[in-house]
């Protein structure tokens, strides 16, 4: 899985390639898999089930401490590079988004963060209707 760190001088040109950019939280655990917490995964499903593949996802390690609190869930590398996701530092991120608590969505064109569980997957599947007027997801949002 690609990570992206502060001292990556590409990164900056690498988040901006993408008009929607949303992060996640995660945790290291070790070198086949990271620790997520529950809203992660419901995002990553969601993401995988309804086919939402033109958002740049973005991992941010929050460390161990935070997830302490929540119950959280082994996701295999290998899985997460299928969701085209980035594991990215903190300071990476631009500053809008990186001021918010996962998950949230960054729109650059708009300068705005959409942020909660809720919020992201309405985003998501409305913008995911938008795109292709895919019937599943539109009976999702409940039009």
Not at 21 to 44: F, G
Request: proline share 5%; aromatic share 6%; with cysteine.
């Amino acid at each position: 899985m690609k990570r992206v760190s502060a001292v990556d001088v590409s990164s900056t040109a690498f988040i901006m390639k993408r008009d929607q950019l949303l992060m996640l939280s995660a945790s290291d655990n070790d070198a086949d898999s990271l620790e997520v917490p529950l809203c992660t995964l419901i995002v990553l499903y969601s993401f995988s089930i309804c086919g939402i593949g033109d958002i740049q996802v973005v991992l941010v390690d929050i460390g161990q401490s935070q997830h302490d609190n929540q119950r959280s869930f082994t996701v295999p590398y290998d899985i997460l590079q299928k969701l085209n996701c980035t594991l990215m530092d903190k300071e990476v991120i631009p500053k809008p988004l990186s001021d918010c608590k996962p998950p949230a969505v960054y729109l650059t064109d708009k300068v705005t963060c959409i942020g909660g569980l809720a919020g992201v997957l309405r985003w998501a599947l409305s913008h995911r209707v938008a795109c292709t007027a895919d019937p599943f997801c539109r009976a999702l949002l409940g039009f």
